[in-house]
């Protein structure tokens, strides 16, 4: 019997895009705009910090899994978009979502460890007065912009190929037959 290529995601791979999606969306909510509303001094902003850490360990794993997930299931044809530019940019963006998540997690990984921030969160440690002292975080906020930009441009695409390409796109990435 000749191999047939799904017409969707298999469905570990569709629950892991759209949870990794919302955490995404989230992390960079907090870190961009909830974190740095928040006074120096305000007890609050420890617990913010670790929330956005843990929920940063949580979908790093889900990338891993993710990426383990996209070279063994089976995937659908890769979307059209009828020119060959917008074609591989569709492949640029996808490959950049990945590099930029990693960016994120070793970045995070590095600030976590450079600001000693389990001994923050236990009260062991004082809360760091500058972040930017550590390395690391240069590089986490301008991953966090690239990766909002990129996050942007995907969803965009999504947008083009579901309502003006009516090509329903989004039925790939949903439950279902």
Known sequence: MPETTPKRYHPA????????ALLVLMM???????????????????????????????????????????FTTKRPAPADAGNAFLNFAAKAVHILLYVFLLGMAASGLGLFQMANLPAVFSG??????????YLPRMGHG????????IVLL???A???HQFIKKDKLLARMWFGK
Not at 13 to 20: D, E, K, R, S
Not at 124 to 133: H, L, M, Q, R, V
Not at 142 to 149: D, G, K, Q
Request: net charge positive; charged share 10%.
């Open 13 to 20: 791979f569709v629950a892991i895009h759209w949870l990794t």
């Open 28 to 70: 960079l909510g907090v870190g961009k705009f909830v974190m740095p509303g928040i006074s120096f001094d305000d007890p609050q902003k420890p617990m913010m910090l670790q929330s956005h850490a843990y929920i940063g360990g949580a979908l790093t794993l889900l990338v891993i899994v993710r990426l383990v997930l996209r």
């Open 124 to 133: 062991a440690a004082p809360y760091p007065s500058n972040f930017f002292e």
């Open 142 to 149: 301008l991953t966090s912009w690239l990766l909002l930009a």
């Open 154 to 156: 995907h969803f965009g």
């Open 158 to 160: 999504a947008l083009y």
